[in-house]
T-cell receptor
């Protein structure tokens, strides 16, 4: 089944403790991206990747890192999480750069205490 | 940069009525106009999309219309059902690799 898999689904952590949210797709998609969703603000893009080893900042990249060492994986790294990064995170992929259907993961609800 | 506005932010209708959500964008290079539906506890899913060489597209009860001159496109849902209750997002794209989502419209369909 074609899908985007995110893990974990829920995560509670403390300020400053490094964490990684994983994202994997099995559709051989070139484009992958991360979003955070906050009440009243909709979905905002954090980082995106057009292919292996090619990443770029979205609208809200501060406090986040990403890497794209393999085509299927695009982990989101929070080196030193802070409470303002408490949010619902989504990973998405598409066949090519924009102009194509996005496939979303199920989301990761992160709470930073 | 790109500006995307979606209206209304909330919409409440009776089952069987029609619902229309409008998305206005600023980037004249946009050439792909999708609508996503997000149900509670799930990620957004594409429900319909249109490209700039087409003015309207229909899929059963759902349709999207595009006015490139005025830079807006709309989602039309006819004969609404309770399972249409969700948040709907527009994401015009084409000019850049960044994606700007509309703020979302929460649709409630009452039996």
């Amino acid at each position: 089944e074609a899908q985007v898999t995110q893990n974990p689904r829920y995560l509670i952590t403390v300020t400053g403790k490094k964490l990684t949210v994983t994202c994997s797709q099995n559709m051989n998609h070139e484009y992958m991206s991360w979003y955070r969703q906050d009440p009243g603000l909709g979905l905002r893009q954090i980082y995106y990747s057009m292919n292996v080893e090619v990443t770029d900042k979205g609208d809200v990249p501060e406090g986040y890192k990403v890497s794209r060492k393999e085509k299927r994986n695009f982990p989101l790294i929070l080196e030193s999480p802070s409470p303002n990064q408490t949010s619902l995170y989504f990973c998405a992929s598409s066949l090519s750069v924009t102009n194509e259907k996005l496939f979303f993961g199920s989301g990761t609800q992160l709470s930073v205490l | 940069g790109e500006n995307v506005e979606q209206h209304p932010s909330t919409l409440s209708v009776q089952e069987g009525d029609s619902a229309v959500i409008k998305c206005t964008y600023s980037d004249s290079a946009s050439n792909y106009f999708p609508w996503y539906k997000q149900e509670l506890g799930k990620g957004p899913q594409l429900i319909i999309d249109i490209r700039s060489n087409v003015g309207e597209k229909k899929d059963q009860r759902i349709a999207v219309t595009l006015n490139k001159t005025a830079k807006h496109f709309s989602l039309h849902i006819t004969e609404t059902q309770p399972e249409d209750s969700a948040v709907y997002f527009c994401v015009p794209s084409g000019g850049y690799n960044k994606l700007i989502f509309g703020a979302g419209t929460r649709l409630a369909v009452h039996p």
